[in-house]
């Protein structure tokens, strides 16, 4: 007679299918996970402590390396804060930018997350086809403010620059182009028997946990709970676009798949419609070149790419913030991963830190 | 510092905010509730640690509040501002998505005392509160599993505290702080000799 034990072995920090340094203690009964831990904090640089040290307009440097897969977003969701604060709107112009730069970088974002996904559960075309229009993306990006990743593209006030000549063109093509790669994706794994399998009915949590785990994004929308905080509470000129917001049934990994596909096509449609829309005129309103903004604070959230991205500020009067606090979506995401896991194979661990989406820039910060 | 003063006018503010979250705990328990304000049109309750988890439930609860989302906790050291008061607060940031609205509460903590946990409540808190425990070293009643999340575990100190050092410490993960040539450090293991 063989007796039996529970093992406990390391996953990461060093592994591919982790992204980034996520290191998991896992608690294994045979293949089955009994119990879960995952440990952070390899990349933890102190963001919050340089906000609360450099000033205002040094800190929005910091925020690009948090989430750097979706820099943008994260710049906007801080500057938003700091305009809140100073009590100054951006230059419509730079609102509409705004938008279509999020958009964008929120396609890129969701087409990293699907390669990398689709890696990890071993269908290696999918990651190579979704580099390709990544690609393209960065280029706009790159275009724009010239930088890929550690973008640094918005200010105060509005933005620095307007889009270079033959920019919204070039932005105008990839998004007439996108819709059928978008599908040449779906193809791929739809018609792909493993994908099937590796994805339905992995990791389930309904609407009502996932609330309660704090998880937003596309990961609480494919659980039926309709929060969105460009509907919910629209900032920029969200609310003069039109869009549908994709929730799903069941809350599994593949109902998150479907929501992140269609919030691709929402995302272009929104391009599109402010690519058309975007009025002439300034791009940057009146702004103190020193930010110095009268005591208070301001708590500002914003949908980025994994969920709700917020940023907590309390100014003292100077032009240093007394507290520079971010949440990070990720971090309260990978929290609930301990009960996604629980009883599912070994294997599946690595679709379900997929399906989270995480970026661990974001959760160290 | 402006935790107590009205709001700022800056011409943002066109008129008197209005929460009807707010008005709903301030009717529902006026005693719990130490002090209320808006900051930049959102309202804010400050509530003391005692009644923190009866004022949570309720807000989480009642059908006229339903905060299912606890969307962010964070520590703040208040220390050089509020000397002779309690050096800490616990911010929570709740968000409604049923009715879409918003509230702030924040409950004030001395330094080696500690805050009652809201994990019975939202489960999001546990990392949170952890985080909160790792950056300032403030303690959470009731935590089921308190210990630090992002520092390592034989780090000791809290590095959000106003009073750690930006440059580093004397002695850091059992290493000693060496000044080098060109105002850099290196680390030893051994203590320097005092010159």
Known sequence: MLGTRELEINLGPQHPSTHGVLRVKLKLDGETIVESDPVIGYLHRGCEKLGENRNYIQTEVYTDRMDYIAAINENLVYIEAVEKLLGVEAAPRAQYMRVILAELQRIASHLVWLATHALDIGAMSVFLYCFREREAILDLIEGYCGARLTTNAIRAGGMRLDFPDGWTGAAKDFCDEFPARLKEYDTLLKTNRIWMGRTKDIGVISGEKALSYGITGPCLRASGVNYDVRKAMPYEVYSEMEFDVPLGSVGDTYDRYLVRLEEMRQSRLIVLQALAKMPEGPVMNKVPKRIKPPAGEVYVVNEGPRGELGVYLVSNGTDTAERCRFKSPCFVNLQALPELAKGHMVADIVALIGTLDIVLGCIDR | ?195
Not at chain 2, 1 to 11: C, K, L, V
Not at chain 2, 73 to 86: A, H, I, K, N, Q
Not at chain 2, 140 to 161: K, Q, S, V
Request: proline content about 8%.
């Open chain 2, 1 to 195: 510092m402006a935790t107590t003063e009205p709001p700022e006018e800056n011409g943002s503010v066109e008129q008197a905010p209005t929460s009807a979250a707010l008005d709903r705990l301030l009717a529902a328990m006026p005693d719990a509730v130490v002090e209320s304000e808006f900051q930049r049109g959102a309202p804010i309750a400050r509530v003391a640690p005692a009644r923190l988890l009866e004022v949570m439930t309720f807000l989480r609860d009642d059908p006229a509040c339903r905060f299912e989302l606890l969307s962010d906790l964070c520590g703040m050291d208040l220390g050089m501002v509020r000397p002779d008061g309690e050096r800490f607060d616990v911010v929570y940031h709740l968000y409604s998505v049923e009715h879409s609205h918003v509230l702030t509460v924040k409950t004030a903590v001395a330094d080696g005392t500690d805050a009652p946990s809201v994990t019975g409540i939202w489960l999001t808190a546990n990392w949170h509160e952890r985080e909160a425990f790792d950056m300032f070293g403030i303690g959470f009643a009731g935590h089921p599993d308190l210990r630090r999340i992002l520092m390592p575990d034989e780090f000791d100190a809290f590095p959000l505290r106003k009073d750690f050092p930006l440059e580093g410490r004397e002695k850091d993960h059992g290493y000693w702080r060496q000044p080098g040539d060109d105002d850099r450090y290196t680390y030893v293991a051994e203590p320097p000799e005092k010159k």
